[in-house]
C-alpha cells in the first residue's frame, strides 16, 4: 500500500513538473534601416569571401609588426584574462543551477563508546558501544518551472558573459591597432619635423654667406637661429608623445613599460578595402550587441523565477540505514530502520514581499530591453561616424597633398627670389613655415584617417559572429 501511495506521489510530481511560470521569451522590435546613410559606391557589402569575415581581422592592414603585438595581446592581455575568468565564473553558475535536477544523496555514521563510573554496587562496570549508519536521499522536484528557468537565466548570463569576452578582445585589439598606427605616424613626422630643421639650417648657410657678401644683416641671422631652435626642440619634443604611446602598447600586451620598445616604422599610412555590413547584420556582428540581448533574455527568465515562489515547493526525501547497541551485531536485518515521505511548503503571508520581488524582476526587465535598443542605436551611429569620417578624410587627403605640392613650389620659388635679392627673408619663412605646416596636417589626416578605418572594423564587429556564443563550452 505505501509502494502504491509513493508511485502516485511520483506520477502527479511528473505530471506537474511540466508546468511552468514566467513570461515566454521574444527578442524586442526594432526598427532597421535598409542601409547606412553614408553607403556609397566607395563601400561595397561583405561577402562570406572577404577577409573582414574572417576572425584575424587585423591581418587585412597587411603589417607583420602589427600581427606580432596582437599575438602577444591575445596571450597576455590582463583585460581579457579578467572577462574570461568571468565567463569561466559564469559558467559555473550555470553547473551550479543545474545541480537540482538530481537527487541529493548523503551518509552519516557514528560508534559511540560509553564506560559507567565505578560505583559501590558495580565495581566492574563494562563500556557500551552503539553504533548508528545511515543514508538519506532528497529530491525537490522542478513543479513551475524554478529551476528551470534558473538554469536558463544563468546561460543566457554566461552567453553574454562571452559576448563580453568577445567585445573585450575586440577593444583591446582595436586599441592596439590604433596606438600603433598613431606611432607610425609619429615616426613619419619626426622624419617631417628633422627635414624642417634641415632647411632652416640651409636657410641659416644662405643667409649667413649673404651677409660675408655684405648683402644680408646679422638681425636676419639671429632671426633664422630662433627658428632653428624652435624647430629642434619640436623634433625633440615629438619623442615624448612616441613614447607615451610605446609604453600604453606594452600595457595592453602585458610588458613592463621600462623593458618594451618598437624600433621606428616607416608604414604607409593607407587603409584597406573594408567591406560594409548591412544594418541587420551588425545585430549578429557586433559583441556589445549580444551581449545586451542575451543579459536581456536573463532578466526574462529572472521574471520566471520570481513567480514560481508563490507556489508551493515539494521535497521527496527518504533514508535507511541500521542501528544497534553492539557494533559486532550492527548488520543484522531486525536493527534496519528506514523512512520515507514527501514534504509540502508554502508561504502563507510575507507582506507583499514575493510580490516586490517580481515586480523588480519585471523593472529589471524593462531596464535591460532599453539598453539594448540603447546599444544598437549606439551600433548604427558608431558605424554612420566611421563611414562618413573615412569618406571625408578621403577627400581631405587629396586637397592636403595639393597644398603640400603648391607650398613646396612656392618655398623653392620665394628661395630664388631671396638669393637674387628680389624677396625678403620674411617671405621666405613664410613659406618656409606654410610647408612645414601643410605636412604635418597632412600626415595628422593619414593619422586619423588609419585610425578610423581601424574603428570602422571594429563597429562592424570584427571578425565575430554571435554563433559563436549558441553553445557554450569549457
Request: proline fraction near 4%; charge should be neutral; include cysteine.
Amino acid at each position: 500500500m505505501q509502494k502504491r501511495s509513493v508511485i502516485k506521489i511520483l506520477i502527479s510530481v511528473l505530471l506537474l513538473s511540466s508546468c511552468s511560470r514566467g513570461p515566454d521569451y521574444v527578442v524586442p522590435n526594432i526598427t532597421l534601416p535598409n542601409n547606412f546613410k553614408e553607403m556609397s559606391d566607395q563601400w561595397k557589402l561583405a561577402t562570406p569571401l572577404d577577409e573582414i569575415d574572417r576572425g584575424e581581422w587585423w591581418k587585412i592592414f597587411g603589417d607583420e609588426g602589427l600581427n606580432d603585438l596582437i599575438i602577444k595581446l591575445n596571450n597576455a592581455n590582463q583585460d581579457i584574462a579578467i572577462s574570461y575568468a568571468q565567463y569561466k565564473q559564469a559558467l559555473s553558475l550555470v553547473d551550479q543551477s543545474t545541480a537540482p535536477f538530481s537527487p541529493t544523496l548523503g551518509a552519516s555514521g557514528y560508534v559511540l563508546k560509553q564506560k559507567p563510573i565505578p560505583s559501590s554496587t558495580n565495581k566492574n562496570a563494562t563500556p557500551t558501544v552503539s553504533s548508528t549508519a545511515s543514508a538519506t536521499v532528497s529530491w525537490e522536484p522542478d513543479l513551475w518551472g524554478n529551476i528551470s528557468h534558473t538554469v536558463s537565466a544563468n546561460e543566457a548570463s554566461a552567453q553574454a558573459s562571452a559576448a563580453q569576452l568577445a567585445a573585450t578582445k575586440l577593444s583591446m585589439q582595436t586599441s592596439l591597432a590604433q596606438y600603433y598606427f598613431q606611432l607610425c605616424a609619429l615616426d613619419l613626422q619626426q622624419k617631417i619635423l628633422d627635414v624642417n630643421v634641415e632647411v632652416i639650417k640651409k636657410l641659416l648657410k644662405i643667409t649667413t654667406d649673404r651677409f660675408k657678401e655684405g648683402v644680408d644683416s646679422r638681425l636676419n641671422i639671429v632671426t633664422i637661429k630662433s627658428q632653428l631652435d624652435a624647430a629642434e626642440v619640436q623634433a625633440i619634443d615629438n619623442g615624448v608623445l612616441r613614447s607615451q604611446y610605446e609604453h600604453a602598447i606594452a600595457v595592453l600586451v602585458g610588458e613592463p613599460a621600462c623593458s618594451f620598445s618598437i624600433s621606428p616604422k616607416n608604414v604607409d599610412l593607407v587603409p584597406p578595402s573594408i567591406p560594409v555590413l548591412l544594418p541587420s547584420q551588425l545585430l549578429e556582428r557586433r559583441p556589445d550587441i549580444a551581449q545586451a540581448e542575451r543579459a536581456m533574455a536573463a532578466a526574462n527568465e529572472e521574471i520566471g523565477v520570481a513567480a514560481t515562489a508563490f507556489f508551493p515547493t515539494l521535497t521527496l526525501s527518504g533514508s535507511r540505514g541500521v542501528e544497534n547497541s553492539s557494533f559486532g551485531k550492527m548488520l543484522s536485518a531486525p536493527y534496519y530502520i528506514w523512512s520515507m515521505g514527501p514534504q509540502l511548503a508554502a508561504t502563507i503571508f510575507d507582506g507583499g514581499l514575493l510580490r516586490a520581488k517580481e515586480n523588480s524582476a519585471v523593472a529589471n526587465y524593462d531596464q535591460a530591453v532599453a539598453n539594448y535598443r540603447k546599444v544598437v542605436l549606439a551600433a548604427f551611429q558608431d558605424t554612420e561616424d566611421n563611414l562618413v569620417s573615412l569618406r571625408l578624410l578621403e577627400k581631405e587627403v587629396k586637397t592636403q597633398k595639393e597644398a603640400v605640392g603648391n607650398a613646396k613650389l612656392q618655398l623653392e620659388l620665394v628661395t630664388a627670389e631671396y638669393i637674387s635679392g628680389i624677396a625678403a627673408l620674411s617671405d621666405v619663412i613664410t613659406a618656409q613655415i606654410n610647408l612645414h605646416t601643410t605636412r604635418i596636417n597632412l600626415n595628422t589626416i593619414l593619422q586619423r584617417r588609419m585610425v578610423s578605418s581601424v574603428a570602422l572594423v571594429k563597429s562592424l564587429g570584427g571578425g565575430w559572429h554571435k554563433a559563436s556564443i549558441n553553445k557554450l563550452s569549457k
